[in-house]
C-alpha cells in the first residue's frame, strides 16, 4: 500500500515553462487536494476535489490548473511558470470530504522556478 | 471565516523537558482542530484531533492537546521532549460546515531539541 504518490520529487522550470506535477493514491480516496508550503506561511490550499469530475479553487489557485479524470490521480498543471511559484508542494487525500477526517500527504515536490 | 495563528515560529527545549505548542484559532461555527507533524524532507502525518467530545486529546508519541473554546486555543504539550520530537508542527481548523472539508493551516512551528 504506497499511499500518496507525488512525483517528481525535485525540478527546476525556467520562467514560462509549463508542467504537470503528479499525484496518485491508491486508498480509493474521494477527496483529493493540492497545498504549496512556503516559509512562515503554512500550508495553502490550491485546488481540491470531492470525486472523479468535481473540482474547486483553494485559497491560491491562479496559475494552476487540475483535473480528476479518475479517483486515484490528481494532477496539478502550472501553465506558465513564475519565481513566485517557487514553493515546495504537497498532495493529499481523505476518504471522504468529511471535515473530521484526516488527510493523508505525499512526500512532496521541491519546485524552482528560475 | 476560519483563521489560524501559532505563536512562535521556532520553539527550544531541552531534552525531558516540557513541550508547549500554542495555537488560537477563529471560527465562526464549531471547529474541528488538528495537531500536523512534519519530519524534515517528508509530508506530513496527524498527531491528533478534536472534533467533538472530550477537550483533552490525546495523539501519537506522547502529544495532548486541550480545546479550550472560552479562550479559543487548542495548545499542544507532551510533558518530557524526546530528540526524535525535533520537526515542525502545524495547527489546522476545519469545520462541519466547510465544503469539501477544506483545512486552514497555520504557519508551523519548528521544534528543536537540545541534547
Known amino acids: 500500500n504506497a499511499g500518496v504518490t507525488q512525483t517528481p520529487k525535485f525540478q527546476v522550470l525556467k520562467t514560462g515553462q509549463s508542467m504537470t506535477l503528479q499525484c496518485a493514491q491508491d486508498m480509493n480516496h474521494e477527496y483529493m487536494s493540492w497545498y504549496r508550503q512556503d516559509p512562515g506561511m503554512g500550508l495553502r490550499l490550491i485546488h481540491y476535489s470531492v470525486g472523479a469530475g468535481i473540482t474547486d479553487q483553494g485559497e491560491v489557485p491562479n496559475g494552476y490548473n487540475v483535473s480528476r479524470s479518475t479517483t486515484e490521480d490528481f494532477p496539478l498543471r502550472l501553465l506558465s511558470a513564475a519565481p513566485s511559484q517557487t514553493s515546495v508542494y504537497f498532495c493529499?487525500?481523505?476518504?471522504?470530504?468529511?471535515?473530521?477526517?484526516?488527510?493523508?500527504f505525499g512526500s512532496g515536490t521541491q519546485l524552482s522556478v528560475l | 471565516a476560519q483563521s489560524v495563528t501559532q505563536l512562535g515560529s521556532h520553539v527550544s527545549v531541552s531534552e525531558g523537558a516540557l513541550v508547549l505548542l500554542r495555537c488560537n484559532y477563529s471560527?465562526?461555527?464549531?471547529?474541528?482542530l488538528f495537531w500536523y507533524v512534519q519530519y524534515p524532507n517528508q509530508g506530513l502525518q496527524l498527531l491528533l484531533k478534536y472534533t467533538t467530545g472530550a477537550t483533552l486529546v490525546k495523539g501519537i508519541n506522547g502529544f495532548e492537546a486541550e480545546f479550550k473554546k472560552s479562550e479559543t486555543s487548542f495548545h499542544l504539550t507532551k510533558p518530557s521532549a524526546h530528540m526524535s520530537d525535533a520537526a515542525e508542527y502545524f495547527c489546522a481548523v476545519s469545520a462541519i460546515y466547510n465544503q469539501g472539508g477544506k483545512l486552514i493551516f497555520g504557519q508551523g512551528t519548528e521544534l528543536s531539541v537540545k541534547p
Open positions: 471560527s465562526s461555527v464549531p471547529p474541528y
Open positions: 493529499a487525500s481523505k476518504r471522504r470530504d468529511s471535515a473530521s477526517e484526516k488527510l493523508f
